[in-house]
């Protein structure tokens, strides 16, 4: 699923960064995620391709997050 994405701490430095400009909330790490979270509901919410299994894909996030976190 990943795509080969590149993942780094200096990308996700940068991505709290714009988050905490936001809000300064974002600077806990659990509302960062939070915030990271909603993002992804509401792209997900917004695609309009009829053939995505909205849901499905949310599950493969779920479990893509796990391989991760693992």
Do not use: C, W
């Amino acid at each position: 699923m990943s795509g080969g994405i590149q993942l780094s701490g200096e990308l996700i430095s940068g991505v709290k960064e714009v988050l905490v400009k936001h809000d300064a909330a974002a600077e806990n790490d659990l509302m960062t995620m939070q915030y990271l979270s909603a993002i992804i509901g509401y792209v997900l919410a917004h695609q309009t391709n009829p053939a995505i299994d909205k849901r499905g894909f949310l599950n493969d996030l779920g479990t893509f997050m796990g391989q991760v976190l693992d």
